[in-house]
């Protein structure tokens, strides 16, 4: 099971809202000041919350580790990147196949289409993120330094 430390953000009907922390690359600045800091800061400047499960009734402000099951990362990133590209290539290649090259620009971009809607409504079963338990710091860490 993968493992992240996570805070609390809200909580629903059985499920929880919250923010992952994930450490800088290499640590030496904290986080503050490399360009992989700054790109994402640039693009991302509020932290995205994710949706999981809470069988153990976390509240909001807790420090929990959150799991995913081996090879559900593996699976996501197959699925997101693997399928677009497979029906990509071959609706362009059915569309050039039957109607020349507008046929395998149309086919390829009927190919994506195709795989936003197959994206939207796959999921796999065990792919829902769980808190497993409360983390025993009460802050989490990030390249070694305290953040509240």
Known sequence: MTETPALVTRVEDGTAWVASKAPSSCGACGGKGCGSSLFSRFWHPDEPEYRVANPIGAGVGDTVVVGVPDGALLRAALASYGMP????????????????????????????????????LHRGPDSTPVILRRDADSSLRVCGTRTG
């Open 85 to 120: 590209l497979l029906l990509l290539l071959g609706g362009a290649g059915l569309g050039n196949f039957l109607f020349g090259e507008p046929g395998a620009i149309w086919g390829g971009l009927c190919g994506l289409g195709l795989a936003g809607v197959w994206l939207k």
